[in-house]
């Protein structure tokens, strides 16, 4: 039997925050670091996310503290907040929850099987050709980017820019999230070139040596989702 997904299965328009565990200094997966991801999580439902992305790239696939993690997020955050698993595919269908996958991860059509079609899953796209690509898969949006350089990968792909951005989003028929080193004032623009979404990670922690606390992160995020929601433009949601 496929397994059941336990939290929101569309994607709204707005938001979406990545969770980065690496970051946030809680990779160790203790009580207290389980605990701090946890306020983390719920202070991107207090700020107004969309969407919850779980980011643990310093763990291996299959490591068991990424099925923990998400798990407990699961557990604690309301069902209207779309959650996903950065990467594993186990990890979601141990916890009930949706999948973002990057290029060179698991299938789409295979994460479809394990997690049952109710489940949201996304994929990262850098180029149209990819995008192009992405309309034959089970995916119910797209990530696209880096929009402009990012510290928070070691090996990132090319910066897409927005021309590229908004030529991506007419021309795919899945809504499309815009990743990569973006910040409030980049609602705007973010939403003009028809974005359903915009990914955050250091506009809404912080520093990557010095994250704000929950307090100051979902302070962050209220205003993040209001220069959003000011914005003009499409924006729909998936």
């Known amino acids: 039997m496929l397994p059941s997904s336990n939290h929101s299965s569309a994607l709204a328009s707005g938001i979406y925050a990545l969770l980065d565990v690496d970051r946030l200094g809680c990779s160790a997966g203790g009580t207290a670091e389980l605990e701090r991801l946890l306020w983390y999580a719920l202070a991107a439902e207090r700020g107004g996310a969309i969407a919850l992305q779980l980011r ?4 291996p696939l299959g490591d068991s503290l990424r099925a923990l993690m998400a798990k407990t997020l699961v557990r604690a955050l309301p069902k209207h907040l779309a959650l996903v698993v950065d990467d594993d595919v186990a990890a979601a269908a141990a916890a009930g929850c949706g999948v973002h996958l990057g290029q060179t991860d698991a299938p789409v059509g295979e994460a479809r ?7 949201l899953i ?6 149209l050709d990819q995008v192009h690509s992405a309309q034959r898969i089970y995916a119910n949006y797209l990530g696209f980017g880096p929009i402009r350089p990012t510290a928070s990968k070691e090996r990132a792909d090319a910066v897409t820019g927005w021309a590229q951005l908004s030529d991506a989003c007419r ?6 999230v815009a990743i990569g080193g973006l910040q409030s004032e980049d609602a705007v623009t973010a939403k003009a070139c028809g974005a359903a979404a915009m990914a955050v990670i250091g506009a809404w922690l912080g520093p990557v040596d010095d994250p704000w606390p929950p307090e100051r992160a979902a302070v962050e995020l209220v205003e993040l989702a209001r220069q959003w929601a000011a914005a003009p433009g499409a924006g729909g949601a998936a």
Do not use: D, E, M, N
């Open 122 to 127: 996304g994929w990262s796209t850098h180029s």
């Open 113 to 119: 099987l394990a997690l049952g079609p109710a489940a």
């Open 171 to 176: 021309a795919s028929a899945l809504p499309i």
């Open 56 to 59: 643990f790239k310093s763990a």
